[in-house]
């Protein structure tokens, strides 16, 4: 049984930075590429950053692009998501998802197929 699971989420002020971190079991977690996701109460759920297999490629929303970094460490089948300079706007539940595949990414939810619960990120204005 293959189980999601995000943590680190939490309350902090604009400007600030934040980890957030995501664990994965039941599959073999170097196989496939990796994404963080985030929805905000009333909008649709955006994607945020991707990670291919071995890290060899990474892409980012336009949204967060220079402020935030994905990465992961295989050893630990962890998938982290740095955010810095965070903002107001950034506030949302933040999720992890498992791709289909390894060797690209994408944006697109629906390539998905493993989803944790998700964790809150709360930046006040």
């Known amino acids: 049984q293959v189980q999601v699971v995000e943590s680190g989420g939490g309350l902090v002020q604009a400007g600030g930075s934040l980890r957030v971190s995501c664990t994965v079991s039941?599959?073999?977690?170097?196989?496939?590429?990796m994404a963080w996701f985030r929805q905000a109460p009333g909008k649709e759920r955006e994607g945020l950053a991707c990670?291919?297999?071995?890290?060899?490629?990474?892409y980012y929303a336009d949204s967060v692009e220079g402020r935030f970094t994905v990465s992961r460490d295989d050893a630990k089948n962890t998938l982290y998501l740095q955010m810095n300079a965070l903002k107001p706007e950034d506030t949302a539940m933040y999720y992890c998802?498992?791709?289909?595949?390894?060797?690209?990414?994408?944006?697109?939810?629906?390539?998905?197929?493993?989803w944790g619960q998700g964790t809150q990120v709360t930046v006040p204005s």
């Open positions: 990670i291919t297999r071995r890290s060899i490629s990474t």
């Open positions: 039941g599959l073999t977690f170097d196989n496939y590429a």
């Open positions: 998802a498992v791709h289909s595949e390894g060797n690209w990414c994408s944006l697109r939810p629906q390539t998905y197929y493993y």
